[in-house]
Nanobody
Framework: VLLEESGGGLAQPGGSLRLSCVAS????????MSWVRQAPGKEREWVAG????????YYIDSVKGRFTISRDNALNTVYLQMNNLKPEDTARYYC?????????????????????WGQGTQVTVSS
């Protein structure tokens, strides 16, 4: 089971980045997926999640209206489109596989409910 993120980099405030995470080794369309971030000196923070079918999405308040999570089950890939980036979005971003297909908001937020993590991709927002 493997998750490989890409798409991070340096962006200016107000800029955009699109993260991708390619999954392998499991039936991708059977599980919810999330993006989780960790800023230097801080704990990991769940950012966004979507259920196995992609029909429902969830976000933390600080990224609502700016970030969009999506998935393509035919390509085994989950995306995070990040617009209007802010310096406080600077972090290492990880994709994670939930143990559930259709978690609710509270289950999405519980990091112990993820059994597979990628290595992460760094996002730095700075002028």
């Amino acid at each position: 089971v493997l998750l490989e993120e890409s798409g991070g980099g340096l962006a200016q405030p107000g800029g955009s980045l699109r993260l991708s995470c390619v999954a392998s080794g499991f039936i991708f369309g059977h599980y919810a997926m999330s993006w989780v971030r960790q800023a230097p000196g801080k704990e990991r923070e769940w950012v966004a999640g979507l259920v196995s079918t992609g029909a429902d999405t969830y976000y933390i308040d600080s990224v609502k209206g700016r970030f969009t999570i999506s998935r393509d089950n035919a390509l085994n890939t989950v995306y995070l489109q990040m617009n209007n980036l802010k310096p406080e979005d600077t972090a290492r971003y990880y994709c994670a596989k939930s143990v559930f297909p259709f978690p609710d908001f509270e289950l999405f937020r519980r990091l112990q409910e993820y059994d597979t993590w990628g290595q992460g991709t760094q996002v730095t927002v700075s002028s």
